[in-house]
């Protein structure tokens, strides 16, 4: 973190826990019918009536999931939202509250955390979700918080991993690979920064990539898109790992194969010429990159007319019996099997 001597330190001990609690919440209103109850008692109160509720949750974790010295905590906030509500919109639900969970060392001044409640802040309020509790805590080293989000869909508009069907299309929405490489140059900015801390870099032509890293934004439009062009897909997965693997997750859970396409994978142009610069594929970006937070789904073949002028939505493959595979057609036609090199801290 790059400290400003003139902001106040003040340390999180001078508030006590409840002190804490208190002063990161104030600003948080309700606007949503469906919270009865939100900050303040043992538990939230909330009333779906007659939709269903769905309901996901994240941890990320300070050194694994990100690295301070170049996500300003702002941000952090507001990407640790969009993780989650993405997976909501993911089942074609509406997102409508969110917990905030918190573990934090005495390295973190109250300061620090009200720059993350900022952007936790931010992104509820544009995200029109409500924030309804959590737990606060410390811990021996680095951060870590933990967002709970819950939404809600009639029961027939919810949308599973499980539901790809033989003929199918394989569609996208926006398009693949920007965050990865954003991340990229913000480690080399990283790399350069260490080397020469007077350097100051020009980062222009990497905006749109470091913002897909930095500020990413859930698919919030794509529940609504969908019901309004009557399309109901048979599958839906948020694209968090990168294509590859949520492609094998939708396939594998459909128990279906499928062909993709690699030169129909949307690309912003930033992408192009940025993995020409990093001596990187940039289809092997697509596919494995990840941070995306755009929605891969499946449409029945007469949907098709409903999509096809929508630029928001790419149609980049179609979906086959289980036996032929998992499989990218190549530019020179030929298929090759597909395998998750989705980014998996664990086997790290
Ligand atoms: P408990 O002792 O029951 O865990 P707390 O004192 O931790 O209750 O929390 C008091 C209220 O503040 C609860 O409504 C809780 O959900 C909320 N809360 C606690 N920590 C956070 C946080 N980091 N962000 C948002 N709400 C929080
Ligand atoms: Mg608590």
Known sequence: MIEDKNTPRTQLSELGE???IEHLTQNFTISQPSTLYGIGDDAAVLDFNQKKCVLSTDL??????FDLAYVPLKHLGYKAVMVNLSDIYAMNATASQITVSIAVSNRFTLEALEELYEGIYAAAKLYNVDVIGGDTTSSTSGLIISITATGFAEEDAIVYRNGAKDGDLLVVTGDLGAAYLGLQVLER????FKVNPNVQPDLDQYSYLIERQLKPEARKDMPGLLKALEVQPTSMIDISDGLSSEVIHLCTRSKVGVNLYEDKIPLDPA???TSEEFNLNSTTVALNGGEDYELLFTIDQNDYPKIKANPNLTVIGHIVDEKSGIGLVTRANEKIELKAQGWNPIKE
Request: charged share 20%; net charge negative.
């Open 18 to 20: 409840f002190g804490l």
């Open 271 to 273: 992408v192009i010429s």
């Open 60 to 65: 990320l974790v300070e050194g694994v999931h």
């Open 189 to 192: 900015e990283k790399q350069v």
